[in-house]
């Protein structure tokens, strides 16, 4: 059982401290989903290097970055077209860190299989103070994965050595390139056209969204001349920036956008004219042939996007966990009518349904990072993340820009203003619910998972054995009740679903997407409180299921007006402080 917290109130700001040391609910997870010993101790070394390197040393330096963004000097002064983006100092001190840190290359400086929940605790570590730096670096592991799979042998093992390098001066970054002008989201609308020239290929084209975009290998998509319309005669690329020699590879950064956050990483936009490039795995001969036959030319493209949604809910929970930590010092420390403001009651319950909410999205990203742990077997794995990451990335980023408002409003007046550190944050949030696909169409996506691949029975049965294992304490029974009726009446539902008009079956997948995300969520956290209960006889975690379960999930009369629930009036202590309860103080 961890120790209480100090009281918050002690900190003068989360910068300068040790995050990790602050997240009890981070480490009790990495025990739930690393239960060999060897793996959770090379994650608590790993991840709470983090702790330290992000809060002291890495939180600060963004701050300077968010105030001097990246400029594009495109000519120089003769006139020629160079292409050079300048950073500001602290921009690139931050990532020289991380990548002598292993951000993108910790297998290689470990020498060993790094589990994916260590990947995920560090990104969201990460994200807590630059989602933008998450942004470059998580492209480059994205990258680099796809490279790996899919290069040709004769280039594979160079760039894959560049993108993992654990050196500043050598290492590569990675970026991808798929939204153009006339739509992201369609993409089969892009018009980039791949030409063969022998086993390589030229692209052509313009690329609207290109973050990084100073990055050195980009994953892009283009159609290999003759190939049909749509998404699937589109293909994969692997497309370096600057030829052998180091001249530009018939790229040109055209301009950087005028972005609201995300400050630090370059978005720009891009014109391919002859850029030369690989074909990410097939037959490169009949490059044309196989997108139109078996469109799977996109879904090299797809496992790097899926990577990177999931990528993007953790910058939502980063965000949304920096936000509470802020917001719990400032009111501990803020005082109005002669007392702190963590005292009033609704300023209480802001904070404990910050941390809350923060909990449940902890419970659902995790899971997927863990999938193989929770799942039968591998093949039902495989669906859960299939359908969890859409649902992860649609509900944590949504959520962190009411966490990042919500926190903002806790600092008054002082929290709109740049000296603080929450404007910040709630600028970056709201690139999260757009980029690597806007909240409509991931809710598109869970349908396609539940019509294509009937990834929900993979979903209920992890429900089904979270509810199960959340086992038969008392405190429990009423929340467990909820949701288990929920989930019965949720997939009824997906039944009928299937057979409505279209045009109505449409108009409800968001709604769909939220329940399921709801109905997930609550059973992971009963999950978990069962698991503390058994093992500990701590309540704490129960509280907070049953906050969230009473919250999201139940019927509330009169939202919940006459409900007498106490909980964060008389537990705000430990729930804050993640200090042990116990189950006779949690109303039955
Ligand atoms: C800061 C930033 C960085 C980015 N970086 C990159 C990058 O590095 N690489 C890259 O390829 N892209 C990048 N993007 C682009 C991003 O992925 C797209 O903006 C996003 O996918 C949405 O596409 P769009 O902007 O064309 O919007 P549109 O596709 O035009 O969508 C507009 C609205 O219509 C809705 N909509 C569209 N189709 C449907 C439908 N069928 N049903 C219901 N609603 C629908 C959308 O949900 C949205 O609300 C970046 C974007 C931002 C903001």
Redesign the pocket.
């Not at 739509?183 to 369609?186: L, V």
């Given at each position: 059982m961890h120790c209480m917290l100090p009281d918050y109130a002690e900190h003068d700001q989360a910068i300068g401290l040790d995050w990790y040391a602050l997240d009890p609910n981070l480490s009790s997870l990495l025990d739930r989903h690393l239960p060999d010993p060897i793996d959770r101790k090379f994650a608590e070394e790993h991840v709470a290097e983090y702790g330290q390197l992000v809060g002291k040393v890495l939180a600060s330096r963004a701050e300077v970055t968010d105030a001097h963004g990246p400029v594009l000097n495109r000519y120089d002064r003769w006139g020629y077209e160079i292409g050079e983006v300048v950073h500001h100092p602290t921009w690139t001190a931050n990532k020289a860190d991380l990548i002598r840190t292993g951000f993108v290359g910790l297998e290689r400086l470990a020498g060993r299989p790094v589990p994916a929940v260590v990947t995920a605790a560090r990104a969201y570590l990460l994200s807590q103070c630059e989602t933008a730096a998450y942004c470059a670096l998580g492209m480059t592991a994205g990258a680099a994965d796809i490279v790996e799979r899919y290069a040709p042998p004769e280039v594979r093992d160079l760039l894959v050595s560049r993108l993992t390098s654990l050196d500043p001066a050598e290492a590569w970054e990675g970026?991808?390139?798929?939204?153009e002008r006339q739509?992201?989201?369609?993409v089969g609308a892009n018009t980039t056209t791949a030409v063969a020239d022998g086993d390589e290929w030229l692209l052509f084209g313009d690329?609207h969204?290109?973050?990084n975009v100073d990055a050195d290998v980009f994953i892009v998509l283009a159609r290999p001349q003759g190939a049909p319309g749509g998404t699937r005669g589109l293909a994969t690329f692997i497309v370096p920036s600057r030829r052998p020699d180091g001249s530009p590879n018939g790229f040109t950064i055209k301009r950087l956008k005028p972005?609201l956050g995300?400050v630090g990483v370059p978005?720009g936009e891009v014109s391919l004219d002859g850029a030369r490039g690989w074909l990410a795995g097939g037959d490169p001969a009949r490059a044309s042939q196989q997108a139109a036959r078996d469109g799977r030319g996109i879904n090299r493209m797809m496992e790097m996007v899926n990577g990177s949604r999931f990528g993007v809910a953790l910058m939502g929970l980063g965000i949304h966990r920096r936000c509470f930590l802020e917001a719990a010092i400032y009111a501990g420390r803020r005082t109005q009518w002669g007392q702190r403001i963590d005292h009033y009651p609704l300023v209480r319950e802001t904070l404990v349904d910050l941390l809350v909410d923060l909990e449940a999205g902890m419970s659902v990203a995790f899971e997927c990072a863990g999938a193989l742990r929770g799942a039968a077997d591998p093949d039902e794995a495989r669906l859960l993340r299939r359908i969890l990451i859409p649902l992860a990335k649609m509900r944590c980023t949504r959520v962190a820009l009411w966490a990042a408002s919500s926190a903002l409003e806790v600092f008054g007046g002082n929290g709109y203003m740049h000296d603080w550190p929450i404007a910040r944050q709630l600028r970056d949030a709201q690139?999260h619910t757009?980029?690597?696909?806007?909240?409509?169409?991931l809710a598109?996506d869970v349908r396609r998972a539940i019509r294509a691949e009937s990834a929900h029975l993979a979903l209920g049965a992890r429900v089904d054995r979270a509810l199960e294992a959340a086992g038969a304490h008392r405190v429990l029974a009423g929340a467990k009740d909820v949701v288990a009726n929920l989930r019965r009446d949720a997939w009824q539902a997906i039944s009928m679903l299937a057979q409505a008009a279209e045009d109505l079956a449409l108009v409800k997948a968001r709604t769909l997407a939220e329940v399921l995300a709801d109905i997930t969520e609550a059973a992971l956290l009963l999950e978990e409180a069962g698991g503390c209960l058994a093992a500990e006889g701590d309540a704490r975690k129960a509280a907070v299921a049953r906050r969230f379960v009473a919250r999201k999930l139940a019927d509330r009369p009169l939202r919940g007006l006459l409900d007498p629930d106490r909980t964060v009036l008389d537990l705000f202590e430990p729930i804050l402080r993640y200090g042990p309860v116990e189950p006779g103080t949690v109303a039955a």
């Open positions: 970026g991808m390139f798929l939204t739509g992201g989201s369609d690329k969204f290109c973050s972005k995300t978005t690139c757009i980029w690597e696909g806007t909240e409509n169409i598109l």
